[in-house]
């Protein structure tokens, strides 16, 4: 839901915004309660028993069970309600729906490259339709940075080893800035970018010209080169068949057992993880052979590769 | 009149041997107070710098680069070496065995040894503004503070050094607290300072390892590329943050649980009133420091962390807020049916309990799981800290400055003044961080050079706000450098305070106390004892004439 912005928070345009504008100013008027029952409290108090000029025995009561109970009781079971609160909300904040548009982000010093479905790629603008789930694949290209949009009331850490993720749904048409909010060297408060909300007819009019006009390898295109020329293909079919690796036809996403006997699943960091450090997590049935890639291939190039598994159904 | 003793801790022995080489616990304690007084300037200096580029946007005087290095200066300086050492080192090295009626501490070389340390911890961030200070931010973050070119080296070899110095002081304290009370002094007489600094001092001993060796991981990668944290090496940068806040968090509260127990003792002292719900204070501080170091996780919401990992730090978090609210409720209530003096420890006091409120409901705001994904990591953070750590632990402080500064030295300051400028420095502090709530709550990200026009206003407040609490700094160095020379006597007990420190002279003497102190009541039985105190007496008097 949309909000035009308040005293305190700024205008929202995602689907979170008004959930999380709402817990905040619970949480500010309950917090002005309490700070007025202190601040009142101990004012009225220190003047109502001022010293009035001679010292004098004073009051020993140190206990009031009652009071005591009430003021640990009260705030206790008010955190408790914010905490599981907040955290439900959170939880929305972690869980990208399924018919998201995935868009690639990389950060580096200091900008925002954007790379879309298709191989369209974008600096410093990410453009999205409006009303539509758009999830972001993060990685960085040198420190860590952290992409914040104010407006969307979203924010994650992009990091250097693996990828992160993050994803909104725009609630109105609009250009909303973005902030680089993981101090990142000299240049950290110039890493700006804008998101643009467009209605989805002009976003897929926009996508379709700038491909056309793209005469690069798609993403995939380029993991499937990769596929061939990195020697990817004499341990890994792609058409089911096991060769000293496992297939990967219909791999991503797959919940596999390892030989340790646990399991894990199949997504980004798990191939990231198998192909920088191989002997990590080995799959039960398989021997421990595979090299590592580590300075073979680059991030683009890993990208490229998750890319074209995704492809393999 | 008044008379101060010929013979006391200051002037016997005299010359600057007796003391460079001393194992005097009040004169470590005071070449504590003067180093962090020192550190303090120098860090506000730079905070003050950094306030003058943010005046406007854009640059005003000075570069990215160097604005990154003074914001780093800032923090390091004010965290490593001015406030974790402040109310323990300083105030709680001359205080502690006085309050406990002891002749000094258990083991005093090692006091002197952490002092010692602690100047050569501080020597490296001296030559580090030499050789090209550090521009990470005081957290150090991997991998930008292994690929930045600057002296992250120096800087964490200071740092490290500095761990020892705080350890060695922990290890003191609680040997000191349990081993040498006076007759008659068991656990629950303590006075609160006591507790504090004890609950203080377990967290010195065990957490200040981990930093040390998370600094020598990280020099070891600059240095040899052992790649435990360089991601290019196969190394995980986040790792290092959760090694650094298993320290840094339960740091904050090496800096705020000593400054409660500050607070406990000026509120009752100066009320003249037992203190309200005394077990329930001195649990809560031992409960806060073992929650402590379970919460790190709350820094790093928003670092790719397991939404399981979130959502437990998330909770603790919230848990560590009740015993603070819990102290906060028992103080108010010491008020009721007191008989309360608004001296200025007893003003710096209600300002406490005015700011670190704030500090603490905004602390429950971040702990909010999904509110802190908009606010991680913006000026809202940033105000909320300095609620607490410059609300809290140096109004605590210098309310504790004020409150011993006449049994430290003697003499009192021009209490005029001191309650004019304590007004100064909460009307500039609110002024100066504030306002930062709401533009960080808007999404002004923090640790930027430049921001957007739309800031402008709130910037300018600020750095207003900041040259005010600037000027009220100034101020209080003048009067209470010219009360050591020229302040009135304060006698032994000026403010009739009834635990042991004000049972010996004032200075007190080399040896503390003349005889062995024998305790027979409580430290806060305002309700069967009025104290005796010649400074009060006199004070009486001047009221009843006029």
Same mark, same amino acid.
């Given at each position: 839901?949309?909000?035009?912005?308040?005293?305190?928070?700024?205008?929202?345009?995602?689907?979170?915004?008004?959930?999380?504008?709402?817990?905040?100013?619970?949480?500010?008027?309950?917090?002005?309660?309490?700070?007025?029952?202190?601040?009142?409290?101990?004012?009225?108090?220190?003047?109502?028993?001022?010293?009035?000029?001679?010292?004098?025995?004073?009051?020993?009561?140190?206990?009031?069970?009652?009071?005591?109970?009430?003021?640990?009781?009260?705030?206790?079971?008010?955190?408790?309600?914010?905490?599981?609160?907040?955290?439900?909300?959170?939880?929305?904040?972690?869980?990208?729906?399924?018919?998201?548009?995935?868009?690639?982000?990389?950060?580096?010093?200091?900008?925002?490259?954007?790379?879309?479905?298709?191989?369209?790629?974008?600096?410093?603008?990410?453009?999205?339709?409006?009303?539509?789930?758009?999830?972001?694949?993060?990685?960085?290209?040198?420190?860590?940075?952290?992409?914040?949009?104010?407006?969307?009331?979203?924010?994650?850490?992009?990091?250097?080893?693996?990828?992160?993720?993050?994803?909104?749904?725009?609630?109105?048409?609009?250009?909303?800035?973005?902030?680089?909010?993981?101090?990142?060297?000299?240049?950290?408060?110039?890493?700006?970018?804008?998101?643009?909300?467009?209605?989805?007819?002009?976003?897929?009019?926009?996508?379709?010209?700038?491909?056309?006009?793209?005469?690069?390898?798609?993403?995939?295109?380029?993991?499937?080169?990769?596929?061939?020329?990195?020697?990817?293909?004499?341990?890994?079919?792609?058409?089911?068949?096991?060769?000293?690796?496992?297939?990967?036809?219909?791999?991503?996403?797959?919940?596999?057992?390892?030989?340790?006997?646990?399991?894990?699943?199949?997504?980004?960091?798990?191939?990231?993880?198998?192909?920088?450090?191989?002997?990590?997590?080995?799959?039960?049935?398989?021997?421990?052979?595979?090299?590592?890639?580590?300075?073979?291939?680059?991030?683009?190039?890993?990208?490229?590769?998750?890319?074209?598994?995704?492809?393999?159904? | 009149?008044?008379?101060?003793?010929?013979?006391?801790?200051?002037?016997?022995?005299?010359?600057?041997?007796?003391?460079?080489?001393?194992?005097?616990?009040?004169?470590?304690?005071?070449?504590?107070?003067?180093?962090?007084?020192?550190?303090?300037?120098?860090?506000?200096?730079?905070?003050?710098?950094?306030?003058?580029?943010?005046?406007?946007?854009?640059?005003?005087?000075?570069?990215?680069?160097?604005?990154?290095?003074?914001?780093?200066?800032?923090?390091?300086?004010?965290?490593?070496?001015?406030?974790?050492?402040?109310?323990?080192?300083?105030?709680?090295?001359?205080?502690?065995?006085?309050?406990?009626?002891?002749?000094?501490?258990?083991?005093?070389?090692?006091?002197?040894?952490?002092?010692?340390?602690?100047?050569?911890?501080?020597?490296?961030?001296?030559?580090?503004?030499?050789?090209?200070?550090?521009?990470?931010?005081?957290?150090?973050?991997?991998?930008?503070?292994?690929?930045?070119?600057?002296?992250?080296?120096?800087?964490?070899?200071?740092?490290?050094?500095?761990?020892?110095?705080?350890?060695?002081?922990?290890?003191?304290?609680?040997?000191?607290?349990?081993?040498?009370?006076?007759?008659?002094?068991?656990?629950?007489?303590?006075?609160?300072?006591?507790?504090?600094?004890?609950?203080?001092?377990?967290?010195?001993?065990?957490?200040?390892?981990?930093?040390?060796?998370?600094?020598?991981?990280?020099?070891?990668?600059?240095?040899?590329?052992?790649?435990?944290?360089?991601?290019?090496?196969?190394?995980?940068?986040?790792?290092?943050?959760?090694?650094?806040?298993?320290?840094?968090?339960?740091?904050?509260?090496?800096?705020?649980?000593?400054?409660?127990?500050?607070?406990?003792?000026?509120?009752?002292?100066?009320?003249?009133?037992?203190?309200?719900?005394?077990?329930?204070?001195?649990?809560?501080?031992?409960?806060?420091?073992?929650?402590?170091?379970?919460?790190?996780?709350?820094?790093?919401?928003?670092?790719?962390?397991?939404?399981?990992?979130?959502?437990?730090?998330?909770?603790?978090?919230?848990?560590?807020?009740?015993?603070?609210?819990?102290?906060?409720?028992?103080?108010?209530?010491?008020?009721?049916?007191?008989?309360?003096?608004?001296?200025?420890?007893?003003?710096?006091?209600?300002?406490?309990?005015?700011?670190?409120?704030? /500090? $603490?409901?905004?602390?429950?705001?971040?702990? *909010?799981?999904?509110? =802190?994904? #908009?606010?991680?990591?913006?000026?809202? +953070? @940033?105000?909320?800290?300095?609620?607490?750590?410059?609300?809290?632990?140096?109004?605590?402080?210098?309310?504790?400055?004020?409150?011993?500064?006449?049994?430290?030295?003697?003499?009192?300051?021009?209490?005029?003044?001191?309650?004019?400028?304590?007004?100064?420095?909460?009307?500039?502090?609110?002024?100066?961080?504030?306002?930062?709530?709401?533009?960080?709550?808007?999404?002004?990200?923090?640790?930027?050079?430049?921001?957007?026009?739309?800031?402008?206003?709130?910037?300018?407040?600020?750095?207003?706000?900041?040259?005010?609490?600037?000027?009220?700094?100034?101020?209080?160095?003048?009067?209470?450098?010219?009360?050591?020379?020229?302040?009135?006597?304060?006698?032994?007990?000026?403010? /009739? $305070?009834?635990?042991?420190?004000?049972?010996? *002279?004032?200075?007190? =003497?080399? #040896?503390?106390?003349?005889?062995?102190? +024998? @305790?027979?009541?409580?430290?806060?039985?305002?309700?069967?004892?009025?104290?005796?105190?010649?400074?009060?007496?006199?004070?009486?008097?001047?009221?009843?004439?006029?």
């Amino acid at each position: 839901m949309d909000s035009t912005g308040t005293l305190w928070l700024p205008p929202g345009h995602s689907t979170f915004a008004s959930d999380v504008d709402f817990l905040f100013y619970v949480i500010a008027y309950l917090s002005l309660a309490f700070f007025v029952i202190v601040t009142v409290g101990s004012l009225y108090l220190a003047f109502r028993y001022r010293n009035k000029g001679k010292r004098e025995l004073t009051s020993g009561i140190a206990h009031n069970v009652p009071l005591e109970v009430t003021w640990t009781l009260i705030p206790t079971i008010l955190v408790f309600v914010i905490f599981v609160w907040g955290f439900k909300d959170y939880l929305k904040m972690h869980v990208s729906p399924k018919n998201a548009i995935e868009v690639k982000v990389s950060g580096q010093k200091w900008f925002w490259s954007f790379e879309y479905p298709g191989g369209v790629t974008e600096v410093n603008t990410l453009t999205v339709p409006v009303g539509k789930p758009v999830s972001l694949l993060m990685s960085s290209q040198d420190v860590i940075h952290s992409f914040f949009v104010p407006a969307f009331r979203t924010k994650m850490d992009v990091l250097p080893n693996r990828y992160t993720r993050l994803w909104f749904e725009a609630t109105a048409e609009g250009e909303y800035d973005i902030y680089c909010t993981e101090y990142c060297g000299k240049g950290h408060s110039e890493m700006l970018g804008k998101v643009l909300v467009l209605k989805e007819q002009d976003y897929n009019n926009w996508l379709s010209e700038a491909a056309a006009a793209s005469s690069s390898l798609s993403l995939e295109e380029y993991g499937e080169q990769l596929y061939r020329t990195k020697a990817c293909i004499t341990c890994h079919s792609v058409d089911g068949t096991a060769n000293q690796g496992p297939t990967w036809k219909g791999i991503f996403g797959k919940t596999e057992k390892l030989a340790d006997g646990s399991n894990v699943t199949i997504d980004e960091n798990y191939i990231r993880e198998s192909i920088l450090n191989p002997m990590a997590k080995i799959t039960a049935g398989y021997q421990p052979i595979m090299p590592t890639f580590q300075g073979i291939l680059n991030d683009r190039d890993i990208d490229a590769l998750i890319a074209y598994i995704k492809t393999l159904e | 009149m008044i008379a101060i003793p010929e013979k006391n801790f200051l002037n016997e022995p005299r010359g600057l041997k007796s003391w460079l080489v001393t194992y005097d616990h009040k004169r470590i304690g005071l070449m504590y107070f003067f180093g962090i007084m020192f550190f303090f300037m120098l860090g506000g200096i730079f905070a003050m710098l950094l306030r003058l580029e943010l005046f406007n946007p854009g640059k005003d005087f000075i570069e990215a680069d160097t604005y990154n290095q003074f914001f780093t200066l800032h923090g390091a300086i004010m965290i490593f070496l001015f406030i974790i050492p402040s109310i323990p080192a300083a105030l709680g090295n001359i205080i502690l065995p006085l309050q406990l009626g002891a002749k000094d501490v258990a083991f005093p070389k090692l006091n002197l040894a952490s002092w010692y340390l602690y100047v050569i911890g501080a020597m490296f961030f001296i030559a580090s503004l030499v050789a090209g200070a550090a521009d990470t931010g005081w957290t150090f973050y991997t991998p930008y503070s292994i690929q930045t070119s600057t002296a992250v080296i120096m800087t964490g070899t200071g740092v490290f050094i500095l761990g020892f110095s705080s350890i060695f002081t922990g290890l003191n304290f609680i040997v000191t607290i349990h081993k040498l009370r006076a007759p008659g002094l068991t656990w629950f007489k303590l006075p609160l300072f006591v507790w504090g600094l004890y609950a203080t001092a377990i967290i010195q001993v065990l957490a200040t390892p981990v930093i040390g060796i998370t600094l020598v991981l990280l020099i070891l990668e600059r240095v040899a590329g052992i790649g435990i944290f360089d991601p290019a090496l196969g190394g995980d940068p986040v790792l290092f943050q959760h090694f650094f806040w298993f320290y840094s968090h339960p740091a904050v509260y090496i800096m705020i649980l000593p400054g409660m127990g500050i607070i406990s003792e000026l509120i009752s002292v100066h009320a003249t009133r037992k203190i309200f719900g005394y077990k329930p204070i001195a649990y809560s501080s031992l409960g806060i420091a073992l929650i402590s170091f379970l919460v790190w996780g709350h820094h790093m919401f928003t670092s790719g962390q397991s939404v399981f990992a979130a959502m437990v730090f998330s909770f603790l978090t919230f848990f560590v807020g009740i015993p603070s609210g819990i102290k906060v409720f028992n103080w108010v209530a010491t008020l009721y049916k007191g008989s309360i003096r608004f001296t200025t420890p007893m003003l710096y006091a209600l300002s406490f309990l005015i700011l670190f409120s704030i /500090g $603490g409901f905004t602390g429950i705001v971040l702990g *909010t799981l999904s509110i =802190d994904v #908009h606010l991680h990591d913006t000026y809202f +953070v @940033v105000a909320h800290f300095h609620y607490v750590m410059m609300g809290g632990t140096v109004i605590a402080l210098l309310g504790g400055i004020h409150h011993w500064w006449p049994k430290i030295w003697g003499r009192m300051y021009n209490e005029t003044i001191a309650k004019i400028t304590c007004g100064i420095i909460f009307v500039g502090f609110n002024i100066t961080f504030f306002n930062q709530f709401i533009i960080g709550a808007k999404g002004m990200p923090r640790r930027y050079y430049d921001y957007s026009e739309a800031f402008h206003f709130n910037h300018a407040f600020s750095s207003i706000g900041a040259w005010l609490l600037g000027l009220g700094f100034v101020i209080m160095a003048i009067y209470l450098v010219h009360s050591i020379f020229k302040g009135k006597p304060a006698g032994d007990n000026p403010w /009739g $305070g009834l635990s042991l420190e004000w049972e010996t *002279t004032s200075p007190p =003497d080399p #040896h503390n106390f003349h005889s062995i102190p +024998v @305790v027979e009541h409580g430290p806060y039985d305002y309700d069967k004892i009025i104290p005796k105190s010649a400074y009060q007496d006199e004070l009486e008097k001047a009221k009843a004439t006029a």
